[in-house]
């Protein structure tokens, strides 16, 4: 267990729960072009950017969990998708390691359609009669779309939350390897 | 990159982490009792929070809401503006068939048999909603304590939104009726044709009425009612619907006149706009 371990699990620990109460009270019940924001999905994809698969597997399904019980609806549906997100974003760090500027908003973007998909999906694996309508495709649409830009600046706020306690921040290991590169001749 | 140790670590806390989603939804499924009451325990606790966190952020939600609002407005106005027309006109012709035929009496009876003041209406905010698209579920800040019990009618202004479901002390949850689950006994206004009204799933502004009567006429434009009964309900006993409560207009009428006719309808209430619900606490009478 490393220095930042029990500081990092503490502000995952409020960060998740502030942002499923704030999502469920407020978020949840303001219509933009006829659908809704989710940042929930948002949140676990870039936890996962920035801290790695296992984390973000984690709190995926910790905030699966808990968004479940707090609307009394089926258990384990949440968890399972989030978990995915959480886990595929955090690979995608650890494979690719992107550093472009508009990363969050697509890792963002793409967990809110994996997760609205998916939804959809397993509500009709599990029996509910969910016919595929324009409208419920125009509203995948315009929720992946919101999301997408409100990736950004919830990025901004959730590393400017965990940068205290990051193990390895990615800003700090980039300027690194850049100033290795300028100096090859300093390991001799 | 990383040793195998490392790999091996997060293979086994993902296949925990998949495997205990599973067990989670099978538990669900199944009707454990465990999973429940852990569900319970932690609604009881968080309930509270986002009853405060509701409240306080209450002015972000309008000033967002505002902007959405007044997006969404100018495309209702036009519809509205068609309503109105319509309006005016059966208004017109209601008045002069209700003088001629000297009802008056008959429809104030009607109207204090449906009047929600004797049904006892508790007023509650909605402190929760679910993120998914479906629309299937609402969190309020009124529970027991107030008088509500499982399967009470929900309503707005507008009409008929649901019924409670999960009933805590200072809380409960509502089943909307756009949700698969939620079914309610209606009838057509005008002609009285009965059938049941359940969500069409996947679109939150659809309904579908099965009427009892297979090729009953249901004209498009036609309003829909609450019949007063519940599918539940055994005969005789009063229904926590009470009648003449408005649900939709119809839309459209799939193969109509025939055996499988299917008859889709506009609820009046937006399930995706909700800020305040009456529940119905008292049964009602019976039908008039």
Known sequence: ?????????????????????????????????GAHADVVPIVVALCGLLLGSLPGAVIGFACGFFVDCALIQTMGLSSLLYLSIGYGAGRLRELRDPQAAVVPAVVGGAATAIVTVGYSLMQFMLGTPVAVTGLLIGQIIVTILVNTLLSLPVYAGVRRWLVPVLPDDPRRRRRRAQTTRLSPLSRA | MYDPKTIRRRRAVLALLVVSSVVLLTASFGGNGGVGSV?????????????VASRSLKPFRDLFGWFGDTWEAKGENEDLEKD????????????????????????????????????????????GAGGTLLFEKITINKGSGDGLRKGQAVVTAGGLAGKVEEVFSGSATVTLLTDSKFGVQARTA?????????????????LVMETTEPKASVPVGSTIVTRGTSPDARPGQPSLYPPDIGIGRVSRVDDAGTDTQRVHLKPFVNVRDLEKVIILTREAGPLP
């Open chain 1, 1 to 33: 267990m490393g220095p930042t371990t029990g500081p990092l699990t503490a502000r995952l620990a409020i960060m998740g729960v502030v942002v499923c109460i704030t999502q469920i009270a407020a978020v949840s019940q303001i219509t933009l072009f």
């Open chain 2, 39 to 51: 569900q319970r325990g932690v609604f009881e606790i968080v309930s509270p929070i986002q009853d």
């Open chain 2, 84 to 127: 109105r027309d319509g309006l005016r006109a059966r208004n017109i012709k209601l008045q002069s068939d209700l003088r001629k035929a000297g009802v008056d009496a008959q429809l104030t009876k009607v109207v204090n048999d449906a009047a929600l003041q004797n049904l006892g209406p508790v007023e509650a905010r909605v402190i």
């Open chain 2, 190 to 206: 005008r002609t009285g044709t009965v059938g049941t009204i359940t969500a069409s799933g996947g679109n939150p502004e659809d």
